[in-house]
């Protein structure tokens, strides 16, 4: 007997279906991962790696679902705290606001630390970036590999920035940081810590008239329509990472837990090659898209800031030496 083509259709359909419902029906584990940022990001190109990897893994018994764009969030502190609450599992993100639960992450805040991607991961992959993650186990976070969030930039509608005088005046949008808002008062700005989730609305409506960020977010976070000037300032490295829940972690049987590492290690490793391909693309694409690019004197801007080493260096207490090695590298 032959099947009509609807038939057939629908019977593939009601297959396909039950396949799928089965192959994640029930998941022992599911797991909740969340970022601040948009799906164009390479944030959330990490996040869908390591949801795959995990999935295929482990058969479909544990599954991740992941949250872009701050659905469950204002802004990357209030991530952080969810995983330190219970009510988020997982965290892709910026290090930005993790001065103010480990304070060994400032070691990373310091502006001009790092010339270009090798030289961070040098440090981030290595026994500096290992002793940070421990130390982060003490706040109920357990971090899994490091990322990229990416070299910040300044862009603001006001004028074109060169000289550091440009910067005067200026109310810049920091994270909720303080060494970065200390950077931003050694160049003349007025720095306004802000959630992420709030910037764009702020821009907008000019409560604020810049922000800094690399180009990555600049782009994809569409900051292009509000604002007109971009100046390559690269000031903060900014590094990023993929964390989860210490408690959810050590609840999970060893198998599932070498599951995680692993995946969140190639994730990692993906996320970061995403990041080098757009921050390569995006320039251009900022610029056709209007935005007027300046390239500012860097060591001018270098040594303004220099009083942030002098002022902020005993906050690392006990990781000051730490400091020392990756300056004397
Ligand atoms: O500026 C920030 O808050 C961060 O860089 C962002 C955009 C959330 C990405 O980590």
């Given at each position: 007997m032959k099947m009509s083509a609807r038939v057939c259709g629908a019977a593939f359909a009601a297959a396909v279906m039950l396949l799928s419902t089965n192959a994640?029906?029930?998941?022992?584990y599911t797991l909740k991962l969340a970022h601040a940022?948009?799906?164009?990001?390479p944030y959330h190109y990490g996040a869908m790696r390591f949801k795959e990897l995990v999935e295929a893994e482990t058969k479909g018994d544990m599954v991740i679902q992941v949250f872009p764009n701050n659905e469950l969030s204002t802004g990357e502190r209030d991530i952080l705290e969810g995983l330190q609450l219970g009510t988020i599992d997982m965290y892709v993100g910026s290090?930005?606001?993790?001065g103010g639960f480990e304070?060994?992450?400032?070691?990373?805040?310091?502006?001009?630390?790092?010339?270009?991607l090798k030289d961070a991961f040098e440090v981030l992959d290595g026994p500096i970036g290992d002793h940070v993650f421990k130390k982060l186990d003490s706040q109920g976070i357990h971090g899994l590999a490091w990322m990229v969030n990416g070299f910040r930039n300044l862009t603001n509608s006001k004028r074109p920035v060169v000289?550091?005088?440009?910067?005067?005046g200026l109310k810049v949008r920091t994270m909720e940081n303080k060494l970065h808002m200390a950077m931003w008062r050694e160049l003349g700005a007025d720095p306004t810590p802000m959630a992420w989730s709030e910037v764009f609305t702020a821009l907008q409506q000019g409560t604020i008239d810049g922000q800094e960020n690399p180009l990555t977010v600049i782009y994809t976070s569409k900051l292009n329509e509000v604002q007109k000037y971009l100046a390559l300032t690269r000031h903060v490295f900014s590094p990023a990472f993929i964390a989860i829940a210490s408690s959810k972690f050590e609840d999970l049987p060893e198998k599932y837990q070498a599951v995680i590492v692993k995946a969140a290690k190639a994730a990692a490793l993906h996320e970061r090659e995403v990041y080098e391909k757009m921050d390569a693309e995006f320039l251009e694409k900022l610029r056709a898209a209007g935005m007027e690019v300046s390239t500012p004197d860097l060591d001018e801007y270098r040594k303004a800031v220099q009083p942030v080493y002098e002022k902020y260096r005993?906050?690392?207490?006990?990781?000051a030496g730490l400091l020392d090695q990756i300056l004397s590298r």
């Open positions: 994640f029906a029930d998941p022992t940022v948009p799906v164009e990001n290090t930005g606001p993790m304070k060994s992450f400032l070691l990373f805040d310091f502006p001009f630390l790092f010339k270009d000289k550091i005088s440009d910067v005067a005993s906050e690392l207490g006990d990781d």
